[in-house]
């Protein structure tokens, strides 16, 4: 007899599952290039900046006067916003899974992510997120991060399931570990090809 308990939730993370990063290294290591940037200079400044506005304490603009546009350049904010948002690509292999599956077995879907507000916004519309996505707890939106347990506590209150019903998604294993210490099931995404097989011995099989 069979006694997992069934999933009826997907917590899943945005960049590294279903899109690429929004503002990840590489990302910026092109910005520096295109934009003739300090690397040295800029890096230090996105560090000491990014998590706040992953929090939503200041706006992308505010972001970017601090880590870009401290000194005059040749380019406008309008320009380097255009070049963040267009390093945005989906997985649609993944997406197709997250849609596949709560199609076939009436799941729950929420994104757990960190990611500030424009970012998020745009990534959301532009991508369709909101096409299967029943909620989302953004960093921005509630004010905290990963790996701060009590950004997965609000989703588990929001969700109003069993822990034991809900499985985790995420490229980071420190983020999925902070999951499993609150009783979630874990799945460390590294291909499309492990996570199917993680979530069929689950119970969760698509095609």
Excluded: C
Aim: net charge negative; no cysteine; charged share 30%.
């Amino acid at each position: 007899m069979n006694l997992q308990p069934r999933i009826s939730t997907i917590f899943t993370d945005v960049g590294g599952v279903l899109l690429t990063n929004g503002w990840g290294r590489s990302g910026r290591k092109k910005a520096i290039e295109v934009f003739n940037l300090d690397p040295v200079e800029t890096e230090e400044r996105h560090h000491l900046t990014f998590d706040t506005y992953e929090v939503g304490k200041i706006s992308l603009d505010e972001y970017l006067e601090r880590v870009v546009f401290y000194t005059e350049r040749n380019f406008s904010v309008s320009d380097f916003r255009g070049f963040m948002f267009e390093q945005s690509q989906p997985y649609p292999e993944m997406i197709s899974l997250m849609q596949g599956l709560k199609e076939k077995y009436k799941l729950k879907i929420a994104v757990v992510n960190n990611e500030g507000r424009e970012l998020n916004d745009y990534r959301i519309k532009k991508f369709k997120l909101d096409s299967f996505v029943d909620f989302f707890i953004s960093s921005s939106f509630v004010h905290f991060r990963k790996p701060d347990a009590d950004i997965f506590r609000v989703a588990i209150d929001i969700a109003q399931v069993s822990v034991s019903e809900i499985v985790y998604l995420d490229d980071r294993p420190l983020f999925v570990q902070v999951a499993e210490s609150l009783g979630l099931k874990g799945i460390i995404h590294t291909s499309y090809e492990s996570t199917t097989e993680e979530l069929k011995s689950l119970g969760l099989e698509f095609p």
